[in-house]
């Protein structure tokens, strides 16, 4: 298959995406990606893994993100966020999960946490195991990219509602055609997440009363050290989106990566002052601030050329250009049938032939 590399063309882009298998209602649970991969024979194929960090976890073997120790790269903790913990490796999952069963036959009640949360059996297709997982698996773009934008987005709000001011910066978001919307309607996804970093600056200005105020007005920003450092912290982590996120990797991206973690560790004691309210750090965080820079080091490319992105869209594309037009009901005698023919029509406008 050939294809440009301009935008929309990208063999890493959702035009050029192809279904292998198509599951109807599963859930992303351990027992069906057992399953999945019994069927894929990955090992006999040169693979680079693009999924969210709840499926790489499950993969993986290691408990869910409210573990202890739930980075998939390293053994720290969230207690403190900016700094690695033991490098992961495939042998040290597999030692780690060996002697946790041994721990557990002793004593049902063992804490997964001292056994680095590696709980279950790892289904990942090991050619090396001395391989470290960050070599093998790439941060996932767009969940890390999502993640740290709405920790700051959720501390503005916070600090909104604290100066009692939330009605109005809704009705602002609204205005700049930023919306929390999804499965949980507190976060901004992928679009809206890039909307809102890229008003920043008409955040700083804006109107407590609206657009129309005149410059002398009071401000829709409280007179807050917080919020102010907050949005720093945004334009900080934008510069690190544009130049590590895209194809294209910007020669100072550990400038850039220094720049947001050092403004990012200063929200804490600012808002615990300011307010009172206690800051916490995200697993997305921990990865983009302990964990991107070495990546970046040892690819020498934007992460949007392995990115989540594209499989994710997927869902959305696949309704619309294909699956629409044969939609029939679950249960339908034809159902199997049309999910068939809709998956190989999809397929087949991203290869170029149409069936
Ligand atoms: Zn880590």
Redesign the pocket.
Known sequence: MSAGEEKGERNTGVNRTLILAHGQNWQERYFNLRKMLEVLNLEQVDFCLAADLKLLNLLLGLSNHGGTHA??????TLKNATE??QT?TFATILQQHQAYLDAVKEDHKTAQSQFHNCVRSCLYPITNPEATILSAIPPPQLHIFIGAVNKLFNLVKMLMVHYGRFEEFDKWCSTNSITRRGYDTNQLDGNNCRAFMKSVDKLKTAKLKGKDEPPEAENLLPPSPSCLLILDTLQALQSVVKGTMSHVLASSYKQDIGRYAELRAQLPPLVKSECGSGVTYS?KE??LI??LESWLDDHQIGLASVSEQASESVHHFHEVRSWSHYKVPEGHSKFMQRVTASVVKFSSLNTGFTT
């Open positions: 980075c998939l790269y390293c053994t720290g690695a913990g992961r697993w921990h990865i302990v964990h």
